[in-house]
């Protein structure tokens, strides 16, 4: 227990530097980009009010001050002046009273929208449950379905039908997601949607009643883009699970299983799938966060209302504190869940021991 605990601080304290890491990256990426933000914001403002616009964002600071800026912004744990206006702001708990400062607990600040002011961190908390729903859906989408045509790919090797899934699932991963959900969306959604009954672009929600001011939920929509986003690991799927039921298939307790007279069922269930599954589990666990940062183009092609079109709209729009919040957010997403991937391996398989 003790060695667990130890790993689990040595996985916090290497996830921070990672996110700190990830941050700085941001930062400077994003702020010694050409361009001016202010002209955004302040587009039709005359010299005085874009001189004020460049104070209230610090732009008129260095860069490293700005830096400095960010990352206190983004800590949970900071310092800042005590007044009504950082309270309004920050939303924050004073830990420490300095006089007319504090250090403070507080949720990551991730600043303004440019565009329409409100807190970058509400923007995305609102569009984070359809990312998750569609980065969800695909995952086990592709797992199901991967795991399946894996099994009869190994079972039917050097077969007419090994050789078509093999061969499906490399076009699978060659051909790129954009260029995959604008064909899904023409075929299914355009010229199949007599016989598919699909819409080509859509959201989770509907329209909201005019009485009860609730939205339907539209599942209708969420299969194409699903779909799409689930190709790539699907066919990836297919390969890992047919290789490694055919390396399973060849081993001496899979001959002695089928000497002893078991079914055919019992024979690839029980001792040959079991097996082979074991280092799938945690390659397709680690892929949440993969899928969240691959749905950003699929999102915007089906019009799918989460992080992915809001970044990229953002993106048009050059609305940088919603971009670099949202990059931020899939890299913490990343981190968080390859730690919870390390754990999961350590469990599933007794032989891997927990190292520092």
Do not use: C
Request: aromatic share 12%.
């Amino acid at each position: 227990m003790a060695k667990f605990i130890k790993f689990l601080l040595y996985r916090l304290i290497k996830g921070i530097g990672v996110i700190l890491g990830i941050a700085v990256v941001i930062f400077f990426l994003f702020f010694t980009l050409p361009g001016d933000p202010v002209s955004v914001i302040n587009p039709k403002g005359d010299s005085l009010s874009r001189a004020n616009t460049i104070k209230e964002l610090g732009l008129d600071k260095p860069l490293l001050v700005q830096l400095g800026y960010y990352l206190n912004d983004l800590s949970p744990v900071s310092f800042h002046e005590n007044t009504p206006e950082m309270e309004s702001t920050y939303n924050y708990f004073v830990a420490i009273p300095l006089g007319g400062s504090a250090i403070l607990i507080k949720y990551p600040y991730l600043r303004r929208s440019y565009e329409n002011k409100r807190p970058v961190a509400e923007i995305l908390w609102q569009d984070l449950g359809g990312t998750l729903v569609l980065a969800i859906t695909s995952m086990v989408l592709a797992t199901l379905i991967g795991v399946f045509f894996g099994i009869i790919a190994a079972l039917r090797h050097n077969t007419w039908v090994d050789y078509s899934l093999v061969t499906i699932s490399i076009l699978g991963i060659s051909i790129p997601s954009f260029v995959m959900a604008i064909g899904i969306s023409l075929l299914f959604g355009h010229y199949l949607k007599d016989y598919t009954g699909l819409a080509m672009t859509g959201s989770l929600w509907g329209k909201a009643d005019i009485f009860t001011g609730r939205s339907s939920i539209m599942i209708s929509n969420l299969i194409l883009p699903a779909f799409t986003l689930a190709l790539r690991p699907l066919s990836i799927i297919v390969q890992l699970t047919r290789s490694s039921m055919l390396e399973v298939l060849s081993q001496d307790y899979i001959r002695t299983a089928k000497a002893k007279g078991l079914s055919f069922f019992m024979v690839i269930y029980k001792h040959a799938l079991r097996n082979a599954l074991n280092p799938l589990i945690t390659t397709v666990s680690g892929w949440l966060a993969s899928l969240m940062a691959g749905a950003f183009f699929i999102e915007y092609v089906f019009n799918w209302k989460g992080i992915g079109a809001t970044t990229i709209n953002a993106v048009g729009q050059k609305d940088l504190p919603i971009v670099m919040g949202a990059t931020l957010l899939i890299g913490v997403i990343f981190v968080v869940v390859n730690a919870f991937v390390d754990i999961l391996y350590s469990v599933i398989d007794p032989r891997i021991q927990i190292e520092e």
